[in-house]
């Protein structure tokens, strides 16, 4: 046991690491230099068209939307469900539930006071 900590058991030959790199290198296939392809004005501009295409085409879709569902206030055939009133009845509508409220108001105010008031003359302190 003592034998084999002192040496080594695998060994290397002489110069095999010296010549290594240059024997992995010898093996190798040649590979063909690539020559740089020349970089055109069009292919640097290329991605901005598309982006301008895309917001161009996005403009036009939406504006064909807006022209078929009607924005441009023309009446559509669904306005002539809805009921519109004249501002005068609005306000009218108005003031009669504001009246009707105040009325409620005072009535209530008249009944509480006349309950505390016979209460209070009922049970004199």
């Known amino acids: 046991m003592e034998k084999s900590t002192d040496k080594l058991p695998f060994t290397v030959p002489k110069g095999y690491m010296e010549s290594l790199t240059s024997r992995i290198m010898d093996s190798l296939p040649e590979k063909p230099r690539q020559t740089e392809t020349p970089v055109r004005p069009i292919d640097r501009i290329r991605p901005w068209l598309y982006l301008a295409a ?21 009446p559509s055939p669904t306005d002539s469900l809805l009921v519109s009133l004249p501002e005068a ?25 006349t309950y505390i008031l016979t209460e209070e003359w009922q049970f004199p302190e």
């Open 54 to 74: 895309v917001f161009t085409g996005l403009l036009l879709f939406f504006r064909v939307i807006a022209d078929m569902t009607g924005t441009d206030n023309t």
């Open 89 to 113: 009845q609005d306000t009218a509508l108005y003031e009669d539930a504001y009246s009707e409220e105040e009325e409620y108001l005072d009535y209530l105010e008249t009944e509480y006071a």
